[in-house]
C-alpha cells in the first residue's frame, strides 16, 4: 500500500516528502506540549476528504484542494497526509495565485479493483476580528503585503471584470469617499442591500458578476457570486481585494445556525472575501454570509430588519468565524494535466475518468465525502 505524506507546513510548495507519514510541524514557535492553545483562541480540526470510485472509471485523475499552510495569525495547517493504492499521487501548483492541489492519477489497469483514495489534514483555526476603530498602524507586521501582490489582487479575472459596467458601478458607489476602508464599506453595504441568496443556485455558483450587474434590481446568487461581486467592485474601484475559497468544519459559536457545520461536510463550501488596507492588512468581509443568515437561519427567513440580520451585518465587515477552512485565493483555475477549461475556483473535488468528467457539486453520484471533527 501507498502512503506519503506531501504536505508540512513552512513549505514553500508542498511537495512529497517520502514514505511513510511525516511528522507534523508548526510554523510558530510554541510550547510543544500545546502549540495550539485555546487559551490563545486556536481550535483544532481533522479534516478527512476520501474519494470512492468504481473500477471503470480507470484511467482516472482527481484533483483535491489543499488547505492553505499559513493565512496569517488565523490559520495553520499543522499535517496533511495522504494514502492513494494503486495511484500516483502528486503535488501540483497552478495559476497565478498558487493555488495548491493534489493530483492523483489512475492507470487503466487496476485489475478490477475499485479507485480509492483518502487525505487527512490537521488544521489549526481562530477568529479574525479587525478593530476598525482604531487607527491604522504604522508597524509592518500587518501592513506588510508586497507591491507586486497587491497589484495582483487589483486584476481582473475571467468572470470578474473590472471594467465597463463593473467600474461605472463601483465608482458610483464609493463616489466621494477617499480612504480604502470607507470605500469598501460602502461597497459592502451595496451589496448587502442590492442581492439576495438564491437557494436553488447549484453549489455556491459561479461569480459571473457581470451577469448579475445585468440583471437590475436584486441580483440572486450564491456566496461565489455574491462575495465575488463585492471583490470584483472593490477591484474596479482601485482596492486589492480576494476571494478566499475553503469550506465550513464546525457549528458556529457565536449563535448563527446558518453560519456553520460539522461533521459530514461535503456540501459545506463557503467563500469568504477580504480587502486590503494600509495598516490594517487583510480585512474580511463576507457580504454573502449576511444574505445566508437572511434566508436560511430560521425557516421562511428573517427580515433585514432581524436583529440576528443585523448582527451579522455588522460582524461580517471585519470579523469572521473560526469554523472555516481556506483552501486558496485562486481564479480560472486550469488543472494541471486534465487537457479542460479553466474552472472559476477550485474548492470542490474535481475528477476526470474514462466515462468522462465526474459533477463536482453531486457528492454521491461523483464518490466524495468530506468530515471534520474538532481534535484535542
Not at 495550539?36 to 483562541?41: F, I, K, Q, R, T
Not at 476603530?133 to 504604522?138: E, L, T, V, Y
Not at 470584483?232 to 482596492?239: D, F, K, Q, V
Not at 459545506?268 to 477580504?274: D, P, S, W
Request: aromatic share 8%; with cysteine.
Amino acid at each position: 500500500m501507498d502512503r506519503r505524506a506531501f504536505l508540512r507546513l513552512g513549505a514553500a510548495v508542498p511537495v512529497s516528502i517520502g514514505a511513510g507519514f511525516g511528522p507534523a510541524h508548526s510554523a510558530t514557535p510554541a510550547h510543544p506540549s500545546d502549540p495550539y492553545p485555546s487559551s490563545a483562541g486556536w481550535r483544532v480540526y481533522e479534516l478527512t476528504t476520501e474519494v470512492h470510485l468504481p473500477a471503470a472509471s480507470a484511467p482516472a485523475t482527481v484533483w483535491l484542494p489543499v488547505t492553505a499552510p499559513q493565512l496569517g495569525d488565523y490559520q495553520r495547517t499543522v499535517s496533511s497526509e495522504w494514502i492513494a493504492p494503486g495511484a500516483r499521487a502528486r503535488a501540483a501548483r497552478a495559476g497565478r495565485y498558487g493555488v495548491d492541489m493534489l493530483v492523483i492519477d489512475w492507470p487503466a489497469a487496476t485489475h478490477g479493483a475499485p479507485l480509492s483514495a483518502r487525505v487527512t489534514s490537521t488544521v489549526a483555526l481562530r477568529d479574525r476580528d479587525i478593530d476598525l476603530g482604531a487607527a491604522p498602524s504604522r508597524g509592518a507586521a500587518r501592513s506588510a503585503e508586497s507591491a507586486a501582490a497587491l497589484a495582483e489582487y487589483r486584476r481582473p479575472t475571467q468572470l470578474m471584470p473590472t471594467d465597463g459596467i463593473v467600474r461605472e458601478t463601483a465608482l458610483a458607489i464609493t463616489a466621494g469617499l477617499t480612504d480604502d476602508v470607507s470605500r469598501a464599506q460602502a461597497i459592502y453595504q451595496w451589496v448587502v442591500d442590492h442581492t439576495c441568496r438564491d437557494a436553488s443556485v447549484r453549489g455556491c455558483g459561479t461569480g459571473d458578476v457581470v451577469t448579475m450587474l445585468k440583471t437590475g434590481g436584486v441580483m440572486n446568487g450564491k456566496c461565489a457570486d455574491i462575495n465575488g461581486l463585492f471583490v470584483a467592485l472593490s477591484r474596479a474601484a482601485g482596492i486589492p481585494a480576494r476571494d478566499a475559497y475553503g469550506i465550513r468544519v464546525d457549528d458556529s459559536q457565536r449563535g448563527f445556525r446558518a453560519l456553520g457545520k460539522a461533521g459530514d461536510i461535503s456540501r459545506a463550501q463557503h467563500c469568504r472575501a477580504e480587502f486590503y488596507a494600509a495598516g490594517y492588512g487583510w480585512i474580511p468581509a463576507d457580504p454573502g454570509d449576511v444574505r445566508k443568515v437572511a434566508l436560511e437561519e430560521v425557516p421562511g427567513g428573517l427580515p433585514m430588519t432581524d436583529g440576528k440580520v443585523r448582527a451579522a451585518r455588522a460582524m461580517l465587515f471585519g470579523a469572521w468565524e473560526g469554523n472555516w477552512v481556506a483552501y486558496n485565493h485562486g481564479h480560472d483555475v486550469r488543472l494541471p494535466g486534465s487537457g479542460l477549461a479553466p474552472v472559476p475556483f477550485l474548492m470542490y473535488p474535481q475528477a476526470k475518468t474514462a466515462k468522462g468528467t465526474l459533477d463536482s457539486l453531486d457528492p454521491a453520484a461523483f464518490g466524495y465525502r468530506i468530515a471534520s471533527r474538532r481534535v484535542a
